[in-house]
């Protein structure tokens, strides 16, 4: 349900428990998009993951869109966009 990874749950009105997102097919998984491949260490992940809000290595979506902002702060070279949303910043 979750890009190859397993869900914990549907969503409940769009809302998953903290440290899961709600995806397009309605499932919560670790990652907005894509499955992950396991918590962050030290804040690392492999090559074309990212470590995301909740901790966990996720691909860096096609849209470079990481997940929502935290009170309006992303992680650095993200910036808080459109939709209360962490965006790749450009040129980076």
């Given at each position: 349900?979750?890009?190859g990874g397993p869900a914990v749950a549907a969503c409940l009105g769009g809302l998953c428990g903290?440290?899961?997102?709600c995806t397009v097919n309605n499932f919560c998984c670790r990652c907005q998009?894509?499955?992950s491949t396991g918590p962050c260490v030290n804040q690392q992940c492999p090559v074309g993951y990212i470590c995301n809000t909740n901790?966990?290595?996720c691909p860096i979506g096609s849209g470079g869109v990481l997940g929502p902002c935290v009170n309006g702060q992303c992680?650095?070279?993200?910036?808080?966009?459109?939709?209360?949303l962490c965006?790749?910043?450009s040129g980076k």
């Amino acid at each position: 349900a979750c890009s190859g990874g397993p869900a914990v749950a549907a969503c409940l009105g769009g809302l998953c428990g903290q440290g899961f997102f709600c995806t397009v097919n309605n499932f919560c998984c670790r990652c907005q998009s894509g499955n992950s491949t396991g918590p962050c260490v030290n804040q690392q992940c492999p090559v074309g993951y990212i470590c995301n809000t909740n901790n966990f290595c996720c691909p860096i979506g096609s849209g470079g869109v990481l997940g929502p902002c935290v009170n309006g702060q992303c992680p650095s070279g993200y910036t808080c966009g459109a939709g209360n949303l962490c965006y790749l910043t450009s040129g980076k």
